[in-house]
């Protein structure tokens, strides 16, 4: 095992220690300067030569180089084509600072070959390195300056724009927001619509009744929806016509309801007699002649007609308001 070991040892002397026909693995490295100042840049260039076929394992650099040497930037693995001896030369720079004042030892950088297809692999390493770090000179000889504030820098046009360009939008803003704020007020304050004016009451159960005539409900057989569409008609003009709710009252409450207007009693005794006779078509199922529709029908023109040539003012419609309520 220990003569093995010699003759290994002689054959990594003879091809990788000694030129064999030119060609020799060699690991070297230089620095940009051997002094700088403290935070200062120093160029680490470290370079290998390998002969053709070769394998290299370049190291992975990370943000120090050794305890007080930090690694700024680094760049790209440059491979340099043959020389004319058969050899590969491999290159990258590491841009090195280092605070720490003084002798500071850059270290050996170690670089693993083998032959393509071999098992076995080799380590190389570049010489250590050493640079000095100046320290910072303090004149301790001169006395201590008075702190200088701030200065006031001009103020550039390019600095004022987005103030006028701020100060302009927030003036449309304000400006939108009263326009908005006057033009709905005057929309409020538009002028009224005048409506139609209504169709008086009398009127309009006239022009109702003539339209029940012309349907020929009871002709048809609809006796009773012919009266209950005529008594319909009656109890909205009394409503409208003298505010007696008489939509829902009964055939006594609607006469007692328009007793104290003292229509004529002529036509009252046919708005009583067509109530009456059309409760008992709608409840008792009872069948009028022909000639009785005609006259309940003529009764209630009479009525309608007969009650609103008494009303001469709103007292009489004050004086039933006040009988309903009581």
């Given at each position: ?60 650099f990370q ?100 103030w006028i ?121 009872m069948q ?39």
């Open positions: 095992m220990k003569a093995a070991k010699q003759i290994m040892a002689v054959v990594l002397i003879v091809v990788f220690g000694l030129k064999t026909n030119g060609q020799a693995v060699e690991a070297i490295s230089k620095i940009s300067a051997d002094s700088l100042s403290p935070g200062e840049r120093l160029m680490l260039e470290i370079n290998m030569k390998a002969p053709e076929g070769f394998e290299v394992a370049w190291p992975d943000d120090t180089l050794a305890a007080g040497i930090e690694i700024l930037d680094k760049s790209e693995i440059e491979q340099i084509p043959l020389d004319n001896d058969g050899n590969v030369w491999m290159r990258q720079e590491l841009t090195l600072t280092i605070f720490d004042t003084g002798f500071q030892q850059i270290p050996p950088v170690k670089l693993s070959f083998k032959p393509r297809g071999d098992s076995a692999s080799f380590e190389a390493s570049t010489p250590p390195l050493q640079v000095y770090v100046r320290p910072v000179q303090i004149d301790t000889t001169t006395t201590f300056k008075p702190i200088i504030g701030p200065r006031k820098e001009p103020v550039t046009l390019a600095e004022v724009i987005p360009i701020g100060g302009l939008g927030l003036a449309v803003i304000v400006a939108l927001i009263i326009w908005f704020f006057v033009y709905r007020q005057r929309k409020e304050k538009a002028l009224p619509i005048f409506h139609k004016p209504a169709i008086p009451p009398y009127v309009k159960a006239l022009d109702e009744l003539d339209t029940l005539r012309h349907k020929k409900l009871w002709q048809n057989g609809k006796v009773k929806a012919y009266y209950s569409e005529l008594t319909d008609i009656v109890r909205v003009y009394i409503e409208d016509q003298f505010n007696v709710p008489a939509v829902e009252m009964t055939t006594p409450e609607i006469l007692k309801g328009i007793k104290p207007l003292q229509i004529n009693g002529d036509a009252s005794s046919k708005l009583e007699h067509t109530l009456q006779l059309a409760d008992l078509v709608k409840f008792a199922k009028p002649s022909a000639l009785e529709h005609d006259l309940c029908l003529e009764g209630i023109v009479t009525f309608v007609k007969e009650s609103h040539a008494n009303i001469s003012d709103n007292d009489t419609i004050d004086i039933a308001e006040k009988e309903v309520q009581q």
